[in-house]
């Protein structure tokens, strides 16, 4: 058996989101048409893959875009509560500066420190269990490739703490667009390389990619 693990961390598809709300782990957000498009775009992209494990986190729109991925492989999918959304204050609400709950001073003070992050699940925490996440998911398909379907914050960080950069960043500058690819290979149990790519780009909306630009120090090999 191959020494080489390959995990790819996916993010979700597109979500029917009309209220633009902020809709965390809240139960009941599906992927929309255009979303089963990107899940259905990722799965035909890995489909000539060696996956041997798929997992998602066990939000609704996380299964959804697992799932094809999952059938193209002829494979149960399994769940992972560790790959879901990061905790968030101002879950369930519209969120922005002049439009929504920032605009109401009784949340002002979930906002105090944005190192940690005082208004939801601290980074730190968020690392430990998406490691723990892609460590099982690499003894899973060990000499072969897994799929972990999450979400675009957890994914980051994991990634940042992989790349040594600082947890903390610009929510605008993150290198996760829908129905992407974070991908983790190890040899053994070690991180040896970090890389990423975009399927389902193409269908992407475009105000979606504007604030995404290249990050110093991703996407690189590790030395032995």
């Known amino acids: 058996m191959s ?61 959804e875009t697992a799932t094809p991925i999952a059938k193209a492989h002829g494979l149960d999918l399994a769940v992972d509560e560790r790959l879901i959304e990061a905790k968030n204050v101002f879950q369930g609400k519209t969120f922005g500066v002049g439009d929504g709950a920032l605009r109401r001073p009784e949340n002002w003070k979930h906002l105090v420190n944005p190192f940690k ?49 600082r947890l903390w960043h610009d929510p605008r500058r993150r290198q996760c667009t829908l129905a992407s690819l974070t991908t983790f290979t190890y040899e053994g149990d070690k991180i040896v390389s970090v890389g990423y790519t975009e399927p389902a780009r193409d269908l992407v909306p475009a105000h979606l990619l504007a604030g995404a630009k290249p990050v110093k120090g991703a996407g690189k090999a590790f030395g032995a």
């Open 3 to 63: 020494d080489i693990t390959v995990v790819h961390l996916m993010r979700h598809g597109e979500v029917a989101n009309p209220d633009g709300v902020l809709y965390g782990r809240l139960p009941g957000y599906h992927l929309s048409e255009l979303g089963r498009q990107m899940a259905e775009r990722v799965a035909d992209h890995l489909s000539s893959r060696d996956i041997t494990h798929v997992v998602a986190s066990p939000l609704e729109r996380a299964q």
């Open 117 to 165: 992050p005082s208004w939801g699940e601290p980074y730190v925490e968020q690392v430990v269990r998406m490691m723990a996440a892609l460590d099982a998911a690499k003894d899973a398909a060990r000499g072969h490739e897994a799929v972990c379907v999450s979400h675009q914050l957890p994914i980051w960080i994991v990634r940042s703490f992989v790349e040594k950069r």
